[in-house]
């Protein structure tokens, strides 16, 4: 039997905490799931505004946290448990960079100037925490750009620190599209030392560039989803990075998402207005009908209804569903929307909304139970993403029944398979170029099977509501991952 391991794991969003994606869905779930297998997780992440101190525990005395020309600078320090577990989750608490009202941008969607330090503070505050508590890291595990700044400081400033001269560290992509791009001075902020400032670690363009320092310094990057970790390394998804993850592709690897199967389930969901499962469908229908009643639609039972759910952010495809919403909405059938992002989108589809009053329903703006309301009442979910790294919603569909309209990238190309006509197989419907006619066209296939051919429809959902995606499956391949990188690493350093 392996030893249990010591795992930091700093996020910038954990559910339920603070969400703005997938991201906060991850780092809410895995280290439960890691916990379970036996390891000792502490979760680090920041003190937002909109977390009420009162219902956290206070940790006596401040926390000191380096930032070069600023001195030291003072942290308060919370703590609980993470809902339905005992693995706890550490809040670090600075009024100047994180009691503001959003995560990283403000109510007009501009980014925060000193995102920079606000997460370089994060990333080193998280090394600081370790040595307060008595935790010594066997794995530091890190995400996105926000943390990116661990893997290098673990190799610099904390390279002989007796804390962390033995971890190894993991740095997880969820998205590429944000790379922490910044000026250079920030270099004297991380305090990781100027040598480091060059095209191979943290240099872009005289900037510096904290997600491609975190990619030369850790000894595993992964993706989640093994196509992603694929597409990364190609000009046309690397965002610029493609030759310098190419470069470090011998550990690269690619680990799907689970889903947590006890907020997701058509059998369990509070908020659907009848339960159902795959023995008992009926509850479906009342599902549908009752969505159609919320975004005041027609209750049409045998018109295909098609739902959406996501940011309304170029990545999700909405360029493409914008294109050819009309040309859809001719094929009889209603659409629903939930999502916001973009402001274009937020006003185009609510002007669609008042032209096809039968049809077309949008709701702008971010609500847990509309989600599941959608993914319940819905008979198809659109996902036509330019890229997805991973994606959940998907995931969610399965489950529910609601077969997916998807294009093939990242991960939606990993847990979706095309509808096969011949054995009717299949879980969905996948298109592959990102034009309006392929978008088009797999939707129009999608209804014209719900409509015209039933049974292969029907025996569609039940393949689809039988896959499972659940955490511990995903967690054994991290854990496997993090004992092979220890391992490799301890043979470096005997070396
Ligand atoms: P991403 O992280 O790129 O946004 P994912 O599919 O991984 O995409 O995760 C998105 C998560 O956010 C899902 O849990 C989804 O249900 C949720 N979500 C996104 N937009 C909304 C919204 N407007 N209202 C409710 N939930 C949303
Ligand atoms: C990112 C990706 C999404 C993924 C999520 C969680 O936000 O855009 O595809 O599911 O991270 O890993």
Request: aromatic share 14%.
């Amino acid at each position: 039997m392996n030893r249990p391991l010591n795992i930091l794991f700093t996020a910038s969003e954990v559910v339920p905490f603070a969400k703005t994606g997938g991201l906060a869905d991850v780092a809410g779930a895995l280290p439960k799931a890691l916990a379970e297998l036996g390891h000792n997780v502490v979760v680090v992440m920041p003190r937002y505004y909109s977390i009420d101190k009162s219902e956290l525990e206070h940790v006596v005395g401040p926390l000191g946290v380096p930032m070069g020309p600023m001195g030291e600078l003072w942290a308060g320090v919370y703590t609980t448990s993470l809902p339905g577990s005992d693995v706890p989750i550490y809040f670090i608490d600075y009024e100047h960079y994180f009691g503001r009202s959003g995560l990283y941008a403000d109510e007009n969607g501009f980014s925060y100037p000193d995102n920079d330090n606000r997460f370089i503070f994060l990333s080193k505050a998280a090394f600081q925490l370790c040595k307060k508590i008595g935790f010594k890291p066997d794995i530091i595990h890190s995400h996105d750009w926000h943390t990116a700044a661990q893997p290098v400081l673990r190799n610099t400033r904390f390279a002989f620190d007796d804390y962390f001269e033995e971890s190894a560290t993991v740095l997880t992509i969820h998205n590429l599209q944000h790379q922490g791009i910044f000026f250079k001075g920030v270099m004297d902020v991380m305090e990781v030392g100027w040598e480091h400032f060059n095209p191979y670690e943290l240099e872009a363009m005289d900037g510096v560039n904290i997600l491609k320092g975190g990619i030369t310094h850790a000894d595993a990057v992964t993706t989640v989803s093994r196509k992603y970790a694929q597409e990364i390394q190609t000009l046309e998804y690397g965002f610029g990075l493609s030759e310098h993850i190419q470069a470090h592709s011998e550990k690269l690897f690619g680990i799907l998402n689970g889903v947590d199967y006890e907020e997701w389930n058509p059998a369990v969901d509070p908020y659907i207005a009848q339960r159902y499962d795959i023995d008992n469908i009926a509850g479906k229908a009342v599902c549908k009908a009752d969505l159609q009643k919320r975004f005041e639609l027609p209750e049409w039972d045998d018109v295909p209804l098609i739902g959406f759910v996501g940011r309304f952010a170029e990545q999700k495809g909405i360029g493409l569903i914008a294109g050819v919403i009309e040309g859809l909405l001719h094929l009889n059938v209603q659409i629903v929307m939930l999502g916001t992002g973009e402001k274009w989108a937020e006003g185009f589809f609510g002007d669609i909304a008042r032209k096809y009053p039968d049809s077309f329903a949008c709701h702008v703006g971010y609500s847990n139970e509309l989600a599941h309301v959608i993914e319940a009442g819905s008979d198809l979910f659109l996902m036509p993403s330019l890229f997805e790294p991973c994606g959940l919603n998907q995931i969610y569909s399965l489950r529910y029944g609601t077969l997916p309209i998807v294009r093939a990238t990242g991960g939606l190309d990993d847990t979706i398979q095309n509808y096969n006509p011949a054995d009717r197989s299949g879980n969905g419907f996948k298109f592959e170029w990102a034009t309006h006619e392929a978008l088009y066209h797999t939707v129009k296939w999608a209804v014209d099977t719900y409509r015209f051919e039933r049974d292969a429809y029907d025996i569609m959902q039940r393949t689809a509501m039988q896959a499972r995606f659940d955490w511990m499956h995903a967690a054994k391949q991290y854990e496997d991952l993090y004992y092979y990188t220890l391992y490799g690493k301890r043979v470096k350093n005997y070396k």
